[in-house]
């Protein structure tokens, strides 16, 4: 049965952010019928997302730290052209609790959940005692900072080793290290807290048990400001690097066609959004264990990288609902059962980093061509002449494909990534395609030691095929002639 929806008053606006997910925020405000605003900086006059924007607005300064990193610049140019709301996309302030209380102070809406949402799950110790008052299961370790090397290692030797250092304010996989007996929480604890107060200005760390053989599983939800609450259910995040995800797929093949333990962890996941009254779109993530137990790990307050799978499995549009929440609108779900899912979907980040080291490799794309397999969908920033500095994120672009069955999504990302070309920009292609080749992730047997374990990337070829690049650019170009 389908709801239909009111019309919406049409709002401006500003999308803090660029690349992809600016524009995929456009496109979505104008399918609602409001403006989209487009920020460009010194450093990106071509941005790619301002042909999606009604209007473009210049936000002075090259580095981040000068644009979409500034929050009073950011309020200041959104007051000179009277937005109403302000969408941050993921990443720079996406999970900023001040920024979102500065825009909320002056009358715009923050497209995001409430400030206090924010802040309760940007910490981990608050956010993991929470989880814990609401009868969330959790890893084993601490719900406060531990002030010194001699309490960690108490801790470590009282829930068993291995252990993990991490950072009270972490997240991107940084200040997080594996101890596997007492000499390395003692070599660890000072060196982690070191990189914890230069990433995040918090050098405060949680001990906490390591799951050996994780996987890493997190569940899409979505709530308004009515007091209503739905999962989309769940994605698997188990391909990382440096505790960085690469590769997403929807359902969790772990999971399997095992009904009560996806029930259990999507049920799981709103009851934590309700217990912080979260009222926007969020990811809950937890780590799995290999007898399918699984502990809340961090809940992420914005849109992630990922969602488009979800889109995918369930054929509903996450960042239209996510402003509609926002703006007070009807999200025109009537309940949980009207979400279904069908299919399976996998996403793989295109990153412009060595495939072998997966070390950032910044350079300029001198050509780009893709041919895809029918249903890809391709969320990219890409464009011959893009240069992509150190200030950028690495991740250019998302593919996406989507099967009746895991096998033909395989299948289909096989020939997606045989038929993306970029030129003079060295990416992570090449090691994408090896592992979509790997016997142990056609399967769906890996964790989130497959990286270290398997190592596909040992066995990558990075020889750039010039012959069938230069004859698909040969067919593109004979298509646009009308030959």
């Known amino acids: 049965m389908m709801i239909r ?4 008053t049409s709002r401006r606006v500003m999308i803090a952010n660029r690349g992809e997910i600016a524009s995929r925020v456009a496109k979505a405000c104008r399918e609602l019928g409001h403006t989209p605003i487009g920020l460009w900086t010194d450093n990106e006059p071509e941005a790619t997302h301002l042909q999606f924007c009604d209007e473009w607005v210049h936000l002075e300064g090259s580095t981040n730290a000068e644009t979409y990193l500034n929050p009073e610049k950011i309020l200041k140019v959104a007051k000179e052209n009277n937005v109403d709301a302000v969408h941050p996309g993921y990443g720079f302030l996406s999970e900023n609790a001040d920024f979102a209380n500065l825009l909320t102070q002056n009358g715009i809406v923050f497209i995001g959940p409430n400030v206090e949402a924010i802040k309760v799950m940007g910490d981990k110790a608050t956010s993991k005692k929470l989880a814990n008052e609401a009868g969330v299961p959790t890893v084993p370790g601490t719900d406060g900072a531990v002030p ?3 309490k960690a290692i108490e801790i470590s030797n009282e829930i068993g080793y291995p252990v993990l250092l991490k950072a009270v304010a972490g997240g991107g996989g940084r200040g997080m290290r594996a101890c596997a007996n007492e000499q390395e929480v003692r070599d660890n604890f000072e060196a982690v807290g070191r990189e914890s107060l230069a990433a995040f200005n918090n050098g405060d760390l949680l001990v906490e048990k390591l799951i050996v053989n994780p996987r890493h599983i997190e569940v899409q939800i979505l709530a308004d400001k009515k007091g209503n609450t739905f999962h989309f259910f769940e994605r698997e995040c188990s391909v990382q690097r440096r505790h960085q995800k690469i590769i997403e797929e929807a359902p969790s093949p772990f999971i399997g066609d095992d009904e009560e333990v996806r029930q259990a962890i999507c049920d799981t996941a709103v009851k934590l959004a309700k217990a912080v009254n979260y009222d926007s779109a969020g990811t809950v993530e937890f780590i799995m264990a290999e007898d399918k137990s699984f502990y809340f790990l961090e809940m992420n307050t914005r849109i992630q990288v990922e969602h ?9 549009d996450l960042i239209v609902c996510m402003i509609q929440a926002a703006l007070g609108d009807e999200l025109g779900i009537p309940n949980q059962e009207f979400i279904t899912r069908s299919g399976h979907a996998i996403e793989c980040r295109i ?11 910044p350079g ?7 041919n895809f397999p029918q249903g890809t ?9 893009l240069e992509v500095t150190p200030d950028f994120d690495q991740v250019v672009g998302k593919l996406v494909c989507k099967g009746i069955v895991r096998d033909v999504a395989v299948r289909k990302m096989r020939a997606a990534l045989n038929g993306l070309f970029i030129e003079g920009l060295k990416t992570n292609i090449p090691l994408l395609k090896e592992i979509l080749r790997e016997e142990n992730f056609c399967n769906g047997n890996y964790s989130t030691a497959y ?5 596909p990337q040992d066995r990558v ?5 010039h012959h069938r690049f230069y004859t698909i650019l040969a067919g593109v170009e004979a298509r646009r002639m009308g030959i």
């Open 5 to 8: 929806q009111p019309e919406n």
């Open 148 to 150: 010194t090397v001699e």
């Open 308 to 316: 488009p799978i979800t889109e995918e499995i369930t054929g509903m």
């Open 351 to 361: 990153c412009a980093e060595d495939p072998i080291t997966m070390l950032p490799a």
């Open 364 to 370: 300029l794309v001198t050509g780009f061509e893709t």
């Open 377 to 385: 969908r391709f969320d990219n920033c890409l464009y011959k002449g």
């Open 451 to 455: 990286i270290k374990e398997v190592a």
């Open 461 to 465: 070829s990075t020889e750039f095929n």
